[in-house]
């Protein structure tokens, strides 16, 4: 691990313009710099550095950060790799903290294993190209596969002699050990004798490559088959390889992935060869196996569009598209093309350039979803049972699909291929939604209890009591006041009521609107910001429906205050002891919000604003500078986010008048950015509350109608009693 003082020397000497400039031609947009986003294609600049605030940001795909989120977005490298490109680039010296003997061992083992791997790549290669048998064998059977020796080269192929341990011998000779070699797979024991073997004899060699380039494992195809030997044989699981987490080729391919915003997604590794030689470089490969979740996230990193190329056979296609909901799940764009029968990736760009391969895909590429339900189509025929197995496999797809849009879209197209009614392919896929919805809240409830009777000495509540009586209804009502809307009939619209969900007694002993166990801390004391204001005797939890959520984007303003200014003093007040007491931007959030029974919604934010507060007395603490350089990357750019703006007044503009900035009024603009959240929430609430008279039972149950009534009128005193308090007028009927 880098040391904090060794970060912050990299920190304080990089300079982002001058970091930028070396990937990006500048030009000075008044305070600024603007030029060409390097991720992703466009004519006008949207890119835009920040040399005062020592960010950057692209405001038309997003990406940007400090230097060294640049660096590891372009570069592809990691937080602490990024960091040591940087101090190499100012001569920086690299101080990491002393790990423990632990540490050390399991470092040294995978820094042993990948000088291994290394030296066999290097091994193999020089076979290859200078042995007799490489070259005879090996290097013919390449050519004899259209590969020209440049790409050759470029993928580092190489070839392991027909002998059954000439690379253990040759290895032990420079000095390797054999327990590294047993580690990386290329060698095992024979169980007869317990001598040392090489896997992969007699096969050419395809190097499997991490993002940053560094050899984790092989492949090796033997060259001539008589049914009893495997064709291609793989590196076994290690330390430093999962094969569910690589893809073949994926080093060679980032940059145009992510110039292209596409991935194409083929099998094997001469596959990715081919293409690439063929001029289209956005190529992987899965290796033979279905997709798994780590191999999609990679793809993710990259680019949310992919297409998948399948043999023109059809050979194994019903089984690998399984794996592709897992794409759907992830919100990604999946294309497939179907190649010509007789043909794959790798015999179709032997015979066909970049230009005609990507028409051809062009022309031929259809949606996921169209593409399996033709397919399985053709298999059913005019069987009932199995027609209905189609539906429901086809449903399952859709219902992943993150985007009501794209779902609306696809139900449509469904209805029409498969000649039933959409009301039906909507309820379907409705019940399946609700249904893994359920599934993920109990799952989350579960683990949030389990968390919660670690970290407190109290005795938890009973596994699956309702902790936000409102946890299940449908948001998206308006808030408007009014007359109550009458339930919705059935089978109209497409939509399916809220299920009936029972609210908490005062028995329950649970904090929420049903509850009235616990007042409100200010309530008759004078203590809150809303003084002796008559308020609903509960505390109210904004509903957990959704990750975003009206008040989401209130956060978010409020949380721009935290990550800017979380260190400045706002105000000083006396203690207990009539001594003056600092309060600073952070200290007031904290105790506006627990004051009231609140926290923030996002996790993210909670995390920042919790190490803000862990972090604020250390001395020379900038807020600011501490998250933007956090080794969470997912934190340190939600920071650097929260910090970039488009557009800066000019000089011009602060000279010939005086601007007030954020800065200078905060004791005025962070209580007014906390009520209007405050406000958000309550508004929220009295959506979930309208939802729920919906409910049919609600309606036929008189006490429980009341009840919730109740609660909708207490919840609009909360409403007006804030709104008094922002100075705003809101009219209740």
Same mark, same amino acid.
């Given at each position: 691990?880098i040391?904090?003082?060794?970060i912050?020397?990299?920190?304080?000497?990089?300079?982002?313009?001058?970091?930028?400039?070396?990937?990006?031609?500048?030009?000075?947009?008044?305070?600024?710099?603007?030029?060409? *986003?390097?991720?992703?294609?466009?004519?006008?600049p949207?890119?835009?550095?920040?040399?005062?605030?020592?960010? *950057?940001? *692209?405001?038309?795909?997003?990406?940007?950060?400090?230097?060294v989120?640049f660096?590891?977005?372009?570069?592809?490298?990691?937080?602490?790799e990024?960091?040591?490109?940087?101090?190499?680039?100012y001569?920086?010296?690299?101080?990491?903290r002393?790990l423990?003997?632990?540490?050390?061992?399991?470092?040294?083992?995978?820094?042993?294993?990948?000088?291994?791997?290394?030296?066999?790549?290097?091994?193999?290669?020089?076979?290859?190209?200078?042995?007799?048998?490489?070259?005879?064998i090996?290097?013919?059977?390449?050519?004899q596969?259209?590969f020209?020796?440049?790409i050759?080269?470029?993928f580092?192929l190489?070839?392991?002699?027909n002998?059954?341990?000439?690379?253990?011998?040759?290895?032990?000779?420079?000095g390797?050990?054999?327990?590294?070699?047993?580690?990386?797979?290329l060698c095992?024991?024979r169980?007869?004798?317990?001598q040392?073997r090489?896997r992969?004899?007699?096969?050419?060699?395809?190097?499997?490559?991490?993002?940053?380039g560094?050899?984790?494992?092989?492949?090796?195809?033997?060259?001539?088959t008589?049914?009893?030997?495997a064709?291609y044989?793989n590196? $076994?699981?290690s330390?430093?390889?999962?094969?569910s987490?690589?893809?073949?080729?994926?080093?060679?391919?980032k940059?145009?992935?992510?110039?292209?915003?596409? *991935?194409?997604?083929?099998?094997?590794?001469?596959d990715?060869?081919s293409?690439?030689?063929?001029g289209?470089?956005?190529?992987?490969?899965?290796?033979?196996?279905?997709?798994?979740s780590g191999?999609?996230?990679?793809?993710?990193?990259f680019?949310?569009?992919?297409?998948?190329? @399948?043999d023109?056979?059809?050979?194994g296609?019903?089984?690998?598209?399984?794996?592709?909901?897992?794409?759907?799940?992830e919100?990604?764009?999946?294309?497939?093309?179907?190649?010509?029968?007789?043909?794959?990736?790798?015999?179709?760009?032997?015979?066909?350039?970049?230009?005609?391969?990507?028409a051809?895909?062009n022309s031929?590429?259809?949606?996921?979803?169209?593409?399996?339900?033709?397919?399985?189509?053709?298999e059913?025929?005019?069987?009932?049972?199995?027609?209905?197995?189609?539906?429901?496999?086809?449903?399952?797809?859709i219902s992943?699909?993150?985007?009501n849009?794209v779902r609306?879209?696809y139900?449509?197209?469904c209805?029409?291929?498969?000649?039933?009614?959409?009301?039906?392919?909507?309820?379907?896929?409705n019940k399946?939604?609700?249904?893994?919805?359920?599934?993920k809240?109990a799952?989350?409830?579960?683990q949030?209890q389990?968390e919660?009777?670690?970290?407190? $000495?109290?005795?938890?509540?009973?596994?699956?009591?309702a902790?936000?009586?409102?946890?299940?209804f449908?948001?998206?009502?308006?808030?408007?006041?009014?007359?109550?809307?009458p $339930?919705?009939e059935?089978?109209?619209?497409v939509?399916?009521?809220?299920?009936s969900?029972?609210f908490?007694?005062?028995?329950?002993?649970v904090?929420?609107l049903?509850?009235?166990?616990?007042p409100?801390?200010?309530e008759?004391?004078?203590?809150?910001?809303?003084?002796?204001?008559?308020?609903?005797?509960?505390?109210?939890?904004?509903?957990?429906?959704?990750?975003?959520?009206?008040?989401?984007?209130?956060?978010?303003?409020?949380?721009q205050q935290?990550?800017?200014y979380?260190?400045r003093v706002?105000?000083?007040?006396e203690?207990?002891?009539r001594?003056?007491?600092?309060?600073?931007v952070v200290e007031h959030?904290?105790?506006?919000?627990a004051?009231d029974?609140?926290?923030?919604?996002?996790?993210m934010?909670?995390?920042?604003?919790?190490?803000?507060?862990?972090?604020?007395?250390?001395?020379?603490f900038?807020?600011?500078?501490y998250?933007f350089s956090?080794?969470?990357?997912q934190?340190?750019?939600?920071?650097?986010?929260?910090?970039?703006? =488009?557009y800066?007044?000019?000089? @011009?503009?602060?000279r010939?008048?005086?601007?007030v900035?954020?800065?200078?009024?905060l004791?005025?603009?962070?209580?007014?950015l906390?009520t209007?959240?405050k406000?958000?929430?309550?508004?929220?609430e009295l959506k979930?509350?309208?939802?729920a008279?919906?409910?049919?039972?609600?309606m036929?149950?008189?006490a429980r109608?009341?009840?919730?009534m109740? =609660? @909708?009128?207490?919840?609009?005193?909360?409403?007006?009693?804030?709104?008094?308090?922002?100075?705003?007028?809101v009219?209740?009927?």
């Amino acid at each position: 691990m880098i040391d904090q003082a060794t970060i912050d020397r990299i920190l304080d000497a990089a300079q982002i313009v001058d970091v930028v400039s070396e990937f990006v031609t500048l030009k000075r947009a008044g305070v600024n710099y603007k030029g060409l *986003c390097p991720f992703h294609n466009e004519k006008t600049p949207s890119f835009v550095v920040s040399p005062s605030k020592g960010l *950057c940001k *692209c405001f038309s795909c997003g990406k940007g950060g400090n230097v060294v989120h640049f660096i590891m977005e372009h570069e592809q490298l990691n937080y602490y790799e990024a960091l040591k490109w940087l101090a190499n680039k100012y001569h920086i010296e690299v101080k990491e903290r002393e790990l423990s003997d632990e540490e050390k061992q399991a470092q040294n083992d995978r820094e042993s294993m990948f000088v291994v791997n290394d030296f066999a790549n290097n091994y193999f290669q020089n076979l290859l190209h200078n042995h007799i048998d490489g070259q005879s064998i090996g290097l013919a059977y390449f050519r004899q596969r259209g590969f020209r020796d440049d790409i050759i080269r470029k993928f580092q192929l190489g070839y392991s002699l027909n002998e059954r341990d000439a690379l253990a011998k040759e290895a032990k000779r420079k000095g390797f050990k054999e327990e590294f070699l047993e580690k990386t797979g290329l060698c095992y024991r024979r169980d007869n004798d317990g001598q040392l073997r090489d896997r992969f004899w007699g096969r050419v060699m395809f190097p499997v490559h991490t993002l940053s380039g560094k050899v984790i494992a092989f492949g090796g195809r033997v060259l001539k088959t008589d049914g009893k030997v495997a064709k291609y044989v793989n590196s $076994p699981e290690s330390e430093i390889y999962h094969k569910s987490n690589e893809l073949y080729g994926i080093y060679f391919a980032k940059q145009a992935i992510v110039r292209d915003d596409r *991935c194409f997604l083929v099998e094997g590794y001469t596959d990715v060869i081919s293409m690439h030689q063929a001029g289209i470089e956005n190529v992987v490969a899965s290796s033979g196996t279905s997709l798994t979740s780590g191999q999609i996230r990679l793809i993710h990193r990259f680019t949310n569009n992919i297409t998948v190329l @399948y043999d023109g056979d059809g050979a194994g296609i019903k089984a690998s598209i399984r794996g592709i909901d897992m794409l759907l799940e992830e919100g990604m764009n999946i294309k497939v093309v179907l190649l010509p029968d007789g043909e794959d990736p790798d015999s179709f760009a032997r015979k066909h350039n970049a230009t005609d391969y990507k028409a051809y895909i062009n022309s031929h590429e259809v949606d996921f979803i169209r593409f399996k339900t033709n397919l399985l189509l053709e298999e059913v025929g005019n069987d009932p049972i199995k027609r209905a197995g189609l539906i429901g496999d086809i449903v399952r797809s859709i219902s992943v699909i993150p985007e009501n849009i794209v779902r609306s879209v696809y139900i449509r197209e469904c209805s029409q291929l498969l000649q039933v009614e959409e009301k039906l392919l909507v309820q379907e896929v409705n019940k399946l939604m609700m249904r893994t919805k359920e599934e993920k809240r109990a799952s989350a409830e579960k683990q949030r209890q389990r968390e919660a009777a670690k970290n407190s $000495p109290l005795q938890p509540p009973p596994e699956g009591e309702a902790l936000a009586s409102t946890a299940n209804f449908d948001p998206s009502l308006s808030g408007r006041d009014g007359p109550i809307p009458p $339930p919705m009939e059935e089978g109209g619209g497409v939509s399916v009521p809220p299920p009936s969900v029972p609210f908490p007694s005062e028995e329950s002993g649970v904090n929420n609107l049903a509850g009235h166990s616990t007042p409100l801390p200010w309530e008759g004391q004078g203590e809150g910001p809303l003084g002796n204001s008559p308020l609903v005797e509960g505390l109210f939890i904004p509903s957990q429906n959704k990750q975003k959520k009206a008040y989401h984007d209130k956060e978010v303003l409020l949380m721009q205050q935290v990550v800017r200014y979380g260190e400045r003093v706002m105000y000083a007040e006396e203690d207990e002891e009539r001594k003056i007491r600092e309060v600073t931007v952070v200290e007031h959030i904290m105790a506006d919000l627990a004051v009231d029974g609140l926290e923030l919604q996002d996790p993210m934010h909670r995390r920042m604003l919790d190490e803000v507060v862990q972090h604020l007395h250390t001395e020379g603490f900038v807020a600011s500078r501490y998250l933007f350089s956090h080794p969470d990357p997912q934190m340190a750019r939600l920071a650097a986010d929260l910090c970039s703006d =488009r557009y800066q007044l000019s000089k @011009y503009h602060y000279r010939s008048q005086k601007v007030v900035t954020d800065g200078e009024r905060l004791h005025e603009l962070v209580p007014h950015l906390l009520t209007d959240l405050k406000l958000a929430i309550v508004e929220d609430e009295l959506k979930q509350v309208l939802a729920a008279l919906q409910d049919r039972t609600v309606m036929t149950d008189a006490a429980r109608y009341m009840e919730i009534m109740k =609660r @909708y009128k207490d919840l609009s005193e909360v409403q007006r009693a804030i709104a008094k308090h922002a100075g705003d007028r809101v009219v209740l009927s």
